[in-house]
């Protein structure tokens, strides 16, 4: 039976490219697509997914998700148009400024609770954005936390440095509190972070590749990403971090990961803003935290090799 999924996401040049993967990938079934605010504004990033919706054929409706943090008082810089360019898909031509496909009538939020209690115990929600979106759902239905099969969220750096400040990876300090709800929420997370995803890179001659032994959508994923490239070329050979591909990859091949087992709190204020800690199984410390809150899984190991060749298998 086919793993069904909500993608929650915020595309951006890296989400793109899973979005191609689940579409793509015969074991899973795109059930819908929750946007969120991140690597652009919530119109832009809702914008293109509706327009990827349509230019690739995706029958999975896109609902529009939130704009902002759950903290009103979080302070929001501008959108990282440094890296995914000013339309979020890397300054690509061709993207239009808005698209005939609507929206799905609902919020985000409430797409997902619908979604996961239409199907009890059977979606796997991949979220590679702020956590947003998620955190609303429990907050708006407590009850979905038995419902989901499991949430695989691209975010976090555990044991390595973070991409946004020393600890901090930019998924998760865009919504620390957010984060941090989903976190600790009795449902399961599988948390796939910098530890693994930036072992995880695709040069710009492999995703070439792929596009010229691949159809019209590999072929415009591989123009969208070039600004990507060249805003990694400071810390990448000539490639990009397939981030949120890792994420989707493990629904359908977790055995290329190797997980550690622990609760997980998010930092919310202070210099450690957006750091991720979890508290491993079996260590043992004084009163904390962590205690109290169910174990989720941080992904600490990574077959790469076989992750990007799945990766290139499905979009080609
Ligand atoms: C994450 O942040 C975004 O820029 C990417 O799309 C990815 O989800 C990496 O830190
Ligand atoms: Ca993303």
């Given at each position: 039976?086919?793993?069904k999924?909500i993608?929650?996401t915020?595309?951006?040049?890296?989400?793109a490219?899973?979005?191609l993967?689940?579409?793509?990938?015969?074991?899973?079934?795109?059930?819908?697509?929750?946007?969120?605010?991140?690597?652009?504004?919530?119109a832009?990033t809702?914008r293109n997914?509706l327009?990827?919706?349509?230019?690739w054929?995706?029958?999975?409706?896109?609902?529009?998700g939130?704009?902002?943090?759950?903290n009103?008082?979080?302070?929001?810089?501008?959108p990282?148009a440094?890296?995914?360019?000013?339309?979020?898909?890397?300054?690509?031509?061709?993207?239009?400024?808005?698209v005939?496909?609507?929206p799905d009538p609902?919020?985000?939020?409430?797409?997902?609770?619908?979604?996961?209690?239409?199907n009890?115990?059977?979606i796997?929600i991949?979220?590679?954005?702020?956590?947003?979106n998620?955190?609303?759902?429990?907050?708006?239905?407590?009850?979905?936390?038995?419902?989901?099969?499991?949430?695989?969220?691209?975010?976090?750096a555990?044991?390595?440095?973070?991409?946004?400040?020393?600890?901090?990876?930019?998924n998760i300090?865009?919504d620390?509190?957010?984060?941090?709800i989903?976190?600790?929420?009795?449902w399961?997370?599988?948390?796939?972070g910098?530890d693994?995803?930036h072992?995880?890179?695709?040069t710009?001659a492999?995703?070439?590749?792929?596009?010229?032994?691949?159809?019209?959508?590999?072929?415009?994923?591989?123009?969208?990403s070039?600004?990507?490239?060249?805003?990694y070329?400071?810390?990448?050979?000539?490639?990009?971090?397939?981030?949120?591909?890792?994420?989707?990859?493990?629904?359908?091949?977790p055995?290329?990961?190797?997980?550690?087992?622990?609760?997980?709190?998010?930092?919310?204020?202070?210099?450690?803003?957006?750091q991720?800690i979890?508290?491993?199984?079996?260590k043992?410390?004084?009163?904390?935290p962590?205690?109290?809150?169910?174990?989720?899984?941080?992904?600490v190991?990574?077959?790469?090799a076989?992750v990007?060749?799945?990766?290139?298998?499905?979009?080609?």
């Open positions: 039976m086919a793993h999924v993608y929650d915020d595309p951006g040049v890296d989400d490219m899973a979005l993967f689940l579409h793509q990938h015969p074991a899973i079934d795109l059930v819908g697509i929750t946007t969120v605010f991140g690597n652009a504004t919530i832009t809702t997914a327009f990827l919706k349509e230019k054929q995706i029958a999975a409706p896109v609902a529009r939130a704009g902002h943090a759950i009103p008082d979080r302070v929001e810089g501008p990282p440094f890296v995914h360019g000013d339309n979020g898909l890397g300054n690509v031509a061709g993207v239009p400024d808005s005939a496909t609507q609902r919020p985000a939020f409430q797409f997902i609770i619908d979604t996961v209690r239409a009890p115990g059977e796997n991949v979220a590679v954005g702020r956590m947003t998620l955190a609303l759902a429990l907050a708006a239905a407590p009850d979905i936390v038995g419902l989901v099969k499991q949430v695989v969220i691209m975010g976090g555990f044991d390595v440095p973070g991409n946004v400040s020393p600890v901090a990876e930019a300090i865009g620390p509190e957010a984060a941090d989903v976190m600790t929420a009795a399961k997370v599988v948390a796939i910098l693994v995803t072992q995880t890179i695709m710009r492999e995703l070439a590749e792929t596009a010229r032994t691949g159809g019209e959508r590999v072929r415009f994923l591989n123009a969208l070039q600004f990507y490239i060249d805003f070329q400071h810390i990448v050979d000539d490639g990009m971090f397939v981030h949120d591909s890792c994420a989707a990859v493990y629904v359908v091949a055995e290329l990961f190797t997980n550690r087992s622990g609760p997980i709190r998010v930092v919310s204020e202070g210099i450690a803003t957006g991720t979890q508290k491993p199984d079996g043992f410390f004084p009163p904390g962590w205690d109290g809150y169910p174990s989720q899984l941080v992904s190991g990574i077959d790469a076989a990007l060749k799945l990766i290139h298998q499905t979009i080609a």
